[in-house]
């Protein structure tokens, strides 16, 4: 079965903090991805990565970066938390071959990290 | 407008009854996704389909490409189906590999 986790299943932080979420994959899944899921707003997609060190910017990147050192680990860092950042953070990843090829692969999702910024 | 839209928005049953949640899309897709969601904020995906019609368990998932719609039904509903539902699609012209979400349709089954 895949195995998607995620560092923290709830998390409290201060605004102006330095924020990190960790999610890792085990099933070697060359793309991964982070949501935001809010009330009303459904799921949006924040970055996005298709290789080791290779990141995309998703629908809203803005206050938000990313890491890609390793091929399962992705980091959704928030450099300076804002209480407007307070949302469900949800990692996924699936198996591409590559940028640009359509391929009918269902994205498997972690858990979810519930982020409440004060 | 979005691309994505499901109905209904909440969906509350009693137990036993059958279910159907709608997915209408706007664009050309290579595939068509059925998730599920269920308090505490896991998602697991149930379906994909890009034609016909695709059945586990007492979930059924059908697809029209024509009409660009799909529906989820669920028979014999049981409380432990109340979750929420997310449609979301890969659209056919996807140099990114995104996926199109819909907002989710919230169902809630009673004993």
């Known amino acids: 079965d895949v195995k998607v986790t995620q560092s923290s299943r709830y998390l409290v932080k201060r605004t102006g903090e330095k924020v990190f979420l960790e999610c890792v994959q085990d099933?070697?899944?060359?793309?991964m991805f982070w949501y935001r899921q809010d009330p009303g707003l459904g799921l949006r997609l924040i970055y996005f990565?298709?290789?080791?060190?290779?990141?995309e910017k998703g629908d809203i990147p803005e206050g938000y970066s990313v890491s890609r050192e390793k091929k399962e680990r992705f980091s959704l860092i928030l450099e300076s938390a804002s209480t407007n950042q307070t949302s469900m953070y949800l990692c996924?990843?699936?198996?591409?071959?590559?940028?640009?090829?359509?391929?009918?692969?269902?994205?498997?999702f972690g858990p979810g990290t519930r982020l409440l910024v004060l | 407008k979005n691309e994505v839209e499901q109905s209904p928005q909440n969906l509350t049953a009693q137990e036993g009854e059958f279910i159907t949640i709608n997915c209408s899309y706007s664009?050309?897709?290579?595939?068509l996704h059925w998730l599920q969601q269920h308090p505490g904020g896991g998602i697991v995906s149930l379906f994909m389909?890009?034609?016909g019609k695709k059945k586990h368990g007492r979930l059924i998932a059908t697809i029209n490409i024509q009409e660009k719609h799909s529906s989820l039904h669920i028979t014999a509903s049981h409380p432990r189906d109340s979750a929420v539902y997310i449609c979301a699609v890969s659209p056919l012209m996807n140099r990114d590999d995104k996926i199109i979400f819909g907002k989710g349709t919230r169902l809630h089954i009673l004993p």
């Open positions: 990565s298709y290789d080791v060190k290779m990141k």
């Open positions: 664009v050309g897709i290579s595939a």
């Open positions: 996924a990843s699936s198996l591409v071959p590559g940028q640009g090829i359509v391929y009918q692969e269902t994205q498997y």
């Open positions: 099933m070697d899944h060359e793309n």
């Open positions: 389909l890009s034609s």
